[in-house]
């Protein structure tokens, strides 16, 4: 008989079934419905219910290892037996909100100054990285390889999605800030190699399991750096590996990018997607096409200033504190062929390479830049 054997991660599953170890054929529909039925019925370390989106990660960890079981050929059990899918448990799920932090607080966790070579310094690394490749998954930062990086471009597909014929892959342009801290890691490596030492000690394991939990123990231990450049930053926010994600597209919906756009960046099926996923954020649900339109006309007519004014506005940059020209901050981004960089990109490079952190201000500098842009082919 194949058992599953319980993992010090699934005490809640230990404490149900009162034993370590456990019959697959056990684990039928009419199980998971009882284990559903008393998970939701404990108390969490809140006082609080358990809740559906508790259950529904415990449930995809069987799920994942019960489908290891099911491909492995050197036991009894078959497809017949799996209890998920179409006619099987189906596991729900609750709506959340989404954690997203405001453009000001993502340039505070950028202009963190720490000590170079420490653990906290690294996991600043991974956390801006995965910001500047529009809000890149921790998971997708730990398997990334060499061969993926090439001549400043990230290629890549989400692993959440990367078996699904629709999976649609990225085609990513680093920025100067992701470059850097992408030739840090990748220097005396080979194209086989990881990326970002994260899971190196298990890179050439062929026991699935011992990847997963290598990565369940590293994924931990980043949330617990994350809460502590928080803290450095001033910032009090609950925090998990998709606070960078969901910042990039919350500050991409304020700045107005049409749902089109963001769908294309956050890898989605469809616009009905994003726009689920847009629903769970803090801020106002996204306009429409039409009213975004009309709002950057609107912001065009009403400026007080000359676009010449605007662009010889000095700003300080975060690295070094040197003044330097709006036009000329813009300029240089766009130089070394990148002339089809969008005005996204535009605004988050300077929230968070400058010390302005007014996320209105940096979109009617990107605004007058690109029109005088249009008008002025000297700009480029």
Same mark, same amino acid.
């Given at each position: ?112 100054? *720490? ?113 502590? *450049? ?43 997607? !994003? ?41 300080? *940059? ?35 390479? !400058?010390?302005? !952190? ?23």
């Amino acid at each position: 008989m194949y058992f599953f054997r319980l993992k010090d991660y699934e005490q809640v599953l230990k404490k149900y079934t009162l034993s370590n170890s456990l019959p697959f054929t056990q684990i039928n529909q009419e199980f998971l419905k009882r284990y559903e039925t008393w998970y939701l019925a404990q108390f969490n370390k809140s006082g609080g219910r358990n809740s559906i989106n508790g259950l529904a990660f415990r449930l995809k960890e069987i799920r994942r290892v019960y489908n290891l079981a099911i491909n492995d050929n050197s036991n009894e059990l078959s497809q017949e037996h799996y209890p998920f899918g179409r006619y099987g448990y189906s596991i729900k799920k609750e709506r959340t909100t989404h954690r997203d932090l405001e453009s000001s607080e993502i340039a505070k966790l950028f202009q963190l100054q *720490l000590t170079p070579e420490t653990k906290l310094w690294h996991h600043h690394n991974y956390f801006k990285f995965c910001f500047e490749c529009w809000g890149m998954n921790f998971a997708d930062l730990a398997f990334l390889r060499v061969y993926q990086i090439k001549n400043g471009i990230l290629k890549y597909k989400r692993r959440k999605t990367r078996w699904a014929t629709e999976a649609k892959p990225f085609n990513i342009e680093l920025s100067s800030t992701a470059m850097k801290i992408a030739d840090y890691y990748l220097l005396n490596k080979v194209d086989s190699d990881l990326v970002f030492p994260i899971l190196e000690n298990v890179a050439n394991s062929e026991d699935h399991q011992i990847i997963h939990e290598q990565f369940r123990n590293k994924r931990s231990n980043h949330i617990r750096r994350l809460k502590s *450049l928080a803290k450095l930053a001033g910032i009090s926010s609950s925090f998990s590996t998709y606070v960078g994600r969901h910042s990039f597209f919350s500050i991409a919906q304020k700045n107005g990018v049409p749902t089109s756009v963001i769908t294309e960046l956050a890898g989605h099926d469809n616009s009905q997607t !994003t726009e689920t996923y847009l629903g769970g954020f803090k801020g106002d649900k996204l306009k429409d096409s039409a009213g975004i339109v009309q709002s950057a006309i609107g912001k065009l007519l009403d400026t007080q200033y000359e676009h010449e004014t605007i662009l010889d506005t000095k700003i300080k *940059l975060s690295d070094t504190g040197r003044e330097i020209k709006i036009i000329n901050f813009l300029k240089n981004l766009l130089k070394g062929g990148k002339q089809d960089i969008d005005s996204t990109h535009l605004i988050v490079a300077i929230l968070t390479q !400058t010390n302005c !952190t007014n996320g209105a201000k940096a979109q009617q500098y990107v605004d007058e830049f690109l029109l005088s842009k249009q008008s002025n082919p000297v700009l480029t």
